[in-house]
T-cell receptor, first 111, second 118 residues
Framework: QKEVEQNSGPLSVPEGAIASLNCTYS??????FFWYRQYSGKSPELIMS??SNGDKEDGRFTAQLNKASQYVSLLIRDSQPSDSATYLC???????????WGLGTSLAVNP | GAGVSQSPSNKVTEKGKDVELRCDPI?????LYWYRQSLGQGLEFLIY????????KSGLPSDRFSAERTGGSVSTLTIQRTQQEDSAVYLC????????????????FGPGTRLLVL
């Protein structure tokens, strides 16, 4: 089992809908989780970080963390075509600051 | 500079040649990371530098790969005797890192170097 798993997609949603992206991880020790967005041909950029169980909201984005179930999700409300990108989930590898990455979920928001 | 810079942006080389990739992190950032991303693949960790500590080299795929960070700032990733499977985008990131806490964890990425080995 990969340390961080994501559905590769593509996930296709209509403009204005809620996009739901999920990520599962394989240990109960990880404490820090991150969602990055990567446009085609560009570098990843941070959307959200989350450390505690529950929801964390930032504008149209909400990250949800459930450590008991070992999953973290990202909801994008009122999806826009500009949200079309690959969304990468990552977790911090214990005390080491390197991140372990999922392979990403491709999201397409259709006008 | 305002962000992480990398050079060259593109590099085409012949199999067997050595290449050097450069990363200039955000000023003041103590942590520097190198990743590799092959077409359609996720990010593969290569090496991590933190201040004056010994680097974490656990992700380097072979002894043809090496990296150094001079003066706690600029880093160079060297690939010797390049192979076609080395073709990928090489990404550098830096983070601030304050103490041992979460503050400063965010990694900021450079634009990458696209390496093509013919």
């Amino acid at each position: 089992q990969k340390e961080v798993e994501q559905n590769s997609g593509p996930l296709s949603v209509p403009e204005g809908a809620i996009a739901s992206l999920n990520c599962t991880y394989s240990d109960r020790v990880s404490q820090s989780f991150f969602w990055y967005r990567q446009y085609s041909g560009k570098s990843p950029e941070l959307i959200m970080s989350i450390y505690s169980n529950g929801d964390k909201e930032d504008g149209r984005f909400t990250a949800q963390l459930n450590k008991a179930s070992q999953y973290v999700s990202l909801l994008i409300r009122d999806s826009q075509p500009s949200d079309s990108a690959t969304y990468l989930c990552a977790k911090r590898a214990g005390n080491n600051r390197k991140l372990i990455w999922g392979l990403g979920t491709s999201l397409a928001v259709n006008p | 500079g305002a962000g992480v810079s990398q050079s060259p942006s593109n590099k085409v080389t012949e199999k067997g040649k050595d290449v050097e990739l450069r990363c200039d992190p955000i000023s003041g950032h103590t942590a520097l990371y190198w990743y590799r991303q092959s077409l359609g693949q996720g990010l593969e960790f290569l090496i991590y530098f933190q201040g004056n500590s010994a680097p974490d080299k656990s992700g380097l795929p072979s002894d043809r790969f090496s990296a150094e960070r001079t003066g706690g700032s600029v880093s160079t990733l060297t690939i010797q005797r390049t192979q076609q499977e080395d073709s990928a985008v090489y990404l550098c990131a830096s983070s601030l890192v304050l103490g041992g806490r979460r503050v400063g964890e965010t990694q900021y990425f450079g634009p990458g170097t696209r390496l093509l080995v013919l």
